[in-house]
């Protein structure tokens, strides 16, 4: 009898253990591939690495605490173990473009800015070498291309023919890659003030072959723009390019805030061969020409770097977390349900018959003994337990079709057209909704501008969109929609849109 309770009991912790330890292992955020302590962060498609000035400081009573303090050696301003730049406002090149949050940028005004982690569109892997290809999720400086050149009057659309800076080669091309101020600056400046030297361990420098530059010959550097065949390639990776408040405070060439030029390290020919092509943010693909001049201060940076993703630190994305702990749970469940079913039914089918024969013998109710108590009162919470921990996770998510499931990255397609309330559909609109939270609007999917972009969170069967503010919306406009088909569409009454 005592052998029985002894294995019992060792039945019943193993099954905790094991549910202990597999939890454990499926909810762990992290996996460190290495010992070192590397700056260098991967999850999913996107890399972190570096800092830069981006969001503007917009709480009153830190704008003036970090207007009291005196700038650091490092030329930076430090509160609370947090870095700050301050700078003064350049006129806007346009009209529509606003803070982030939706304010009127002023010419001349004082601002401060919060430097952050830089993040980076994983656009390309080598596997065999470890080296991985990244271009910036945003837009974050502006510079000129070239400002010292010869200029030439009588083509009143050819900005310049050779550059004239000291130690150039005589006859350089004014839009030559290799002796471009952006470049060194891309290489000087940006370089030493984005990367500690902790984080250059992971900058790899390359030799860029000259079919991907303005230059005739390979050019080495650590980092670069990414050249216009390069984006047309990657363009689904590389989504839209959007200026940070840092480089709208820059004066940052654009027409509406979604359309910010972005220089890539590709010209154009004949007498127009003094401008370099860029990308309007709106624009999906690199189809549509648009040029700025070489010596345009306002031309936005959206800069490339080549890592090693040797000793970086991966960490699961959320989705691919969730995916496991639930998974975890279901296994978990499954053991627990099974070693309680083992325990606890048959003694209870023993006890039946015995009660059973029991009262048809003597009209008396059988007593369970020690063991059989112990094996059902221990038996029935661990399959009770492991049914609930299987089923539950699946019943929220809604994969047993109770609730709303949990809607996932992609494009949401607007399903036919409506009309009511005196509103009329105008296009063909969707959603894009980023694994990050945030999400990318437009009212002509079948040209892909998104026009509208803001953050998104789902509660239980609800989803809510909050909107940046744009030329169309005020900052904070608000979209309710209810999760339907199992996490594949949402809407309202009016409109619907279903996960392409």
């Known amino acids: 009898m005592k052998a029985i309770h002894k294995i019992s009991f060792l039945v019943v912790i193993f099954a905790v253990a094991f549910v202990f330890f597999f939890g454990i292992l499926n909810t762990t955020t992290e996996i460190s591939y290495a010992a070192s302590k590397s700056e260098l962060t991967i999850e999913g498609d996107i890399a972190t690495i570096g800092e830069y000035p981006q969001t503007r400081v917009t709480d009153d009573a830190l704008f003036s605490t970090l207007l009291s303090l005196e700038v650091g050696s490092d030329g930076y301003y430090t509160y609370e173990g947090i870095k700050y730049v301050r700078c003064t406002t350049k006129k806007p090149n346009s009209a529509n473009m606003k803070w982030s949050n939706g304010d009127t940028i ?14 980076w569109y994983i656009v390309n892997k080598d596997s065999d070498s470890n080296m991985m290809m990244l271009v910036s999720v945003k837009v974050l400086d502006t510079h000129a291309w070239q400002t010292q050149f010869e200029h030439e009057s009588n083509f009143s659309s050819y900005s310049g023919k050779y550059i004239t800076a000291t130690g150039v080669p005589a006859n350089t ?35 860029m072959p000259a079919s ?22 990657y363009a689904t990776v590389l989504k839209d390019p959007r200026a940070t408040d840092y480089c ?6 654009s027409i509406y805030e979604e359309w910010t030029y972005a220089m890539f390290n590709t010209i154009t020919t004949g007498y127009w061969y003094g401008f370099i092509k860029c990308l309007r943010g709106a624009d999906t693909t690199a189809t549509t020409d648009y040029f700025v001049r070489v010596e345009n201060e306002n031309s936005a940076i959206r800069p490339m770097i080549f890592v090693s993703s040797q000793g970086a630190n991966i960490v699961k994305p959320k989705e691919e977390k969730e995916a496991s702990t639930s998974k975890g749970l279901l296994i978990a469940g499954i053991v627990l349900a099974i ?5 606890a039914v048959p003694m209870m089918i023993v006890t039946r018959v015995k009660y059973n024969k029991q009262m048809k013998a003597s009209k008396t109710e059988y007593k369970m003994s020690k063991l059989e108590t112990i094996l059902i009162s221990v038996g029935l919470p661990l399959l009770i337990g492991g049914l609930c921990m299987a089923i539950i996770p699946k019943a929220v998510d809604g994969s047993l079709g109770v609730g709303g499931a949990k809607l996932k990255p992609g494009i949401y397609v607007q399903q036919g057209q409506y009309s009511g309330g005196g509103v009329t559909q105008v296009g063909h609109t969707a959603y894009r909704l980023n694994a990050n939270g945030t999400f990318d609007y437009t009212d002509s999917y079948e040209n892909a501008i998104w026009s509208g972009h803001g953050t998104w969170k789902q509660n239980g069967s609800t989803v809510t969109f909050v909107w940046d503010a744009n030329p169309m919306v005020q900052a904070g406009y608000t979209f309710t929609a209810t999760v339907y088909d199992g996490g594949t569409s949402f809407g309202n009454s009016m409109e619907r849109f279903k996960k392409q």
């Open 173 to 207: 091309p004014v839009y030559d890659w290799q002796y471009s101020e952006v470049r060194s600056w891309l290489n000087g400046d940006f370089y030493n003030n984005a990367f500690s030297d902790n984080a250059k361990k992971s900058i790899l420098k390359v030799n």
């Open 248 to 253: 709208r405070a820059q004066g940052v060439e």
């Open 106 to 119: 002023y010419d001349s005004s004082v601002e401060f800015f919060k430097v952050e982690p830089l993040q």
């Open 212 to 233: 991907k530059t303005t230059s005739e010959v390979d050019v080495e550097q650590n980092v670069g723009l990414i050249c216009y065949e390069d984006y047309e390639k």
């Open 339 to 343: 070693v309680g079913a083992g325990l």
